[in-house]
């Protein structure tokens, strides 16, 4: 095991698809030891998202690839009790335990909380859910598109007035924020254990972060705030804060905030004195008013020009403007790469996305490509005191599977 700041961490990955995975991730990226068990035959059904409809086609397991990057692989039928005593004695050696199984199916297989909490009273056992653990909907399955992004209000609140069509979410678009509040809590149950030699149970779950990811529009409506009417991108109440086509059909996104000081540096830039001086829009007052105007004229302003010609011309003038990327620009973008945002897997040449996070003094491990199902069984095994005649009765019996995933 390399060094790293979670060095001698052992965590078991009990868990499918991304949310509480992506935690498990971020927790190998600084050195912890992960186990992923995984079902034996098909393994996690994350393996297959990428031969779902609609998805690319790659010859490269992408979506494994970033969520089991760095982790070992044990394949275990938890139905069977002779698999689960394997899962036990893994258990009682452990540190973090994570899993988002919905709780019927974790008292089915006998892994909820108080069902292993006996097993090591130091174990940090990190749950993730859809709606929460309590309630009606304690035990509804969700994923992100309808916990997060429908259920909070933000598919509503990105339309863009309200006859446009409601916004689907991107795979992975809420699992990922909040797989860093799953991080979160089980980093605060680790100190926490520090200070009191116990671990404990910590949870977080869909909804709960997609209301605090609206946060803003909701608390304002928890506070009975009275809202406008929607109103569409050509009729913006701020033609500064807003988005504005190019000539070669990217977008450019204004965000001028401070626009008293920062009005006469973007009319220099756009090489329009004549709006500085237009008495329409002589005070932000006189700008919010004549709104839509403003968004007319630079409308025209905007399609004369690239793209990369505006950047060029807007960066240094202390203006706040972004571009609206697309996917097409990550693999080349220069700042991802200086930051260590887009980082090699060890040994190839291959991108992946890094977490977003960084200790001072501390280096993350380099990624290593992702496990075939059951890659690591033997060897997760024999650490455990089976020997070889055990380990093939456990396979022959079919309690784990030493098997080679399809794309994994």
Known sequence: MEDG?????????????????????????FGADVIKIEPPGAGDPYRNLPNLPGYPRSEHNYAWMMESRNKKSLALDLANPEAREILYKLIAEADVFITNFPPPVRRKLKIAYEDIAHLNEK???????????????ADKPGFDSTAWWARSGMMDLVRADEDTTPARSIAGMGDHPCAMALYGAIVTA???????????QVKSNLMANGVWSSSV???????????????????ALN???????????????????????????????LERPDLFEDPRFATKPDRHANSVELIKILDEVF???????????????GLVFGFVGILDDIPNDQQMKDNDVLVPFEGTDILTINSPIWVGGETKRQPKLPPS???????????????DHQIEGLRAAGQWANLKSRGG
Not at 253 to 269: D, N, V
């Open 373 to 387: 199902l059951g890659q690591h069984s033997d060897e997760i095994l024999r650490a455990m005191g089976y020997d």
């Open 5 to 29: 700041l979670f060095k001698g961490l052992k965590v078991l990955d009990c868990a499918s698809f991304i949310a509480a995975p992506a935690a498990a991730t971020v927790l190998s990226d």
């Open 303 to 317: 399609a004369k020009r690239d793209l990369a010609d505006w950047r060029k011309r807007l960066d240094g003038n």
């Open 190 to 200: 680790l100190y926490k254990r520090e200070k009191t030699g116990k671990g404990c």
């Open 239 to 269: 033609a500064v804060t807003n988005h504005y086509k190019c000539r070669d059909g990217r977008w450019l996104m204004l965000s001028l905030l401070a626009e008293e000081r920062q009005w006469p540096a973007f009319t220099k830039c």
């Open 123 to 137: 174990l940090i056992y990190a749950s993730f859910t859809g709606y929460g653990e309590t309630g009606a909907e």
């Open 217 to 235: 529009l909701a608390q304002a409506r928890l506070v009975g705030a009275k809202f406008e009417k929607r109103r569409g991108r050509e009729e």
